[in-house]
């Protein structure tokens, strides 16, 4: 992967982390994984793909899964609207888009002001860790656990039939 990983060492001690919003919850992705943050545009739907796909988009050629974040994290669904953007991001294992409300800024923090998701409660799914604004606190997502084993092997059928 290409993105330093908390507990891992950054070159400056620092992790640079984009902040983004959904119901008036913050969270983050880390910097290096984020390839571009763009406006909503037509999603076509895939069949047979994962509850949490949305639908595919055609990026430069490439086609890549879109997915409705707001599912991984219990939050109640909402229609999506020009003011939605799409955050396009690199796992270790392909390129996804998720559907955001809007992308605030790019944090900065020190590497010993990011609390662990161990530190807080033990087998969190899908978050990293925590750090604290100046306004409140921001959830770091972890994309290497955002789909489970089943998830990703439905997701690859239903891409291969692409």
Known sequence: MNYQKLGEPAENGRNQLVVFILDEQR??????AVERVACVVEIAPLPKAPEIVVG?????????PVVNIRKRFRLPDREMGLSNQLIIANTSR?????????VTDVAERAEREVI???????????LEGVIKLDDGIVFIHDLDRFFSLEEEKQ????????
Do not use: C, M, W
């Open 27 to 32: 969270y983050a992705l880390h910097l290096l």
């Open 56 to 64: 595919v988009i055609d990026l430069q050629g490439r086609i890549v």
């Open 94 to 102: 392909r390129t996804i888009a998720f559907v955001v409300d809007s």
């Open 116 to 126: 662990t998701a161990e530190k807080i409660l033990p087998g969190l799914e899908y």
């Open 155 to 162: 997701l690859n059928d239903a891409t291969d039939r692409l």
